[in-house]
């Protein structure tokens, strides 16, 4: 079945230090899905991709769809401590096909 | 963007009771709402997927009698955990597919209720 590596598993970085973490798939898909989940709470669309070689910024975050459509990556940029959270991407093969979930990014920010 | 609500936001019950989770698009016709399940520390596990006006379509593996789900109108899908035991306590989040130009999806979370079954 689908399967999406998602990478780090967690970091632990200083307040204003850069972040970059990955995610793999073992197919194509065409649609990218960044989100964040604090404790306690859904998750919230951080960006979204639907185009091989895409990138797409939103605030201090920056993400790009693969160009062989089977990877993407999220950065952050001058980190800041509400940036403390889940980070999840999710994929998604075809229009109307399931999302499918990495195993999520803990990200913890030293002030 | 995109509102999901969902509620309640936390709810304990007694074990063998049943307990009704709603969730509601508030500004978008969702024809598809989704159903998680997730434990601590992990992703999320989709459960069903609910189809508005149709039955919904349940993950291999969840019993559909015990995971009631409605999706009555293109506003409000509902999960009824039937004769919950403590084992179902958990967090389960519901979401909202809505379609954006380009004919991209995007999908959108409520808040996510914590089941606790004593």
């Known amino acids: 079945g689908q399967q999406l590596n998602q990478s780090p598993q967690s970091m632990f970085i200083q307040e204003g230090e850069d972040v970059s973490m990955n995610c793999t798939s073992s197919?194509?898909?065409?649609?990218w899905l960044w989100y964040k989940q604090d404790p306690g709470e859904g998750p919230v669309l951080l960006i979204a991709l639907y185009k091989a070689g895409e990138l797409t910024s939103n605030g201090r975050l920056t993400a790009q769809f693969g160009i062989t459509r089977k990877d993407s990556f999220l950065n952050i940029s001058a980190s800041i401590p509400s940036d403390v959270g889940i980070y999840f991407c999710a994929g998604r093969e075809t229009s109307g096909s399931r999302l499918t979930f990495g195993e999520g990014t803990q990200l913890t920010v030293n002030p | 963007g995109a509102v999901v609500s969902q509620h309640p936001s936390r709810v304990i019950c007694k074990s063998g009771t049943s307990v009704k989770i709603e969730c509601r698009s508030l500004?978008?016709?969702?024809?598809?709402m989704f159903w998680y399940r997730q434990f601590p520390k992990q992703s999320l596990m989709l459960m069903a997927t609910?189809?508005?006006?149709?039955?919904?379509?349940?993950e291999q593996g969840v019993e559909k009698d015990k995971f009631l789900i409605n999706h009555a109108s293109l506003t409000l899908s509902t999960l009824t955990v039937t004769s919950a035991h403590p084992e179902d306590s958990s967090f389960y989040i519901c979401?909202?597919?809505?379609?954006?130009?380009?004919?991209?999806?995007?999908?959108?979370f409520g808040s996510g209720t914590q089941l606790s079954v004593l």
């Open positions: 979401s909202a597919s809505r379609h954006v130009g380009g004919g991209g999806e995007k999908l959108f």
């Open positions: 197919s194509i898909f065409n649609t």
């Open positions: 609910s189809n508005e006006g149709s039955k919904a379509t349940y």
């Open positions: 500004d978008f016709q969702a024809t598809t």
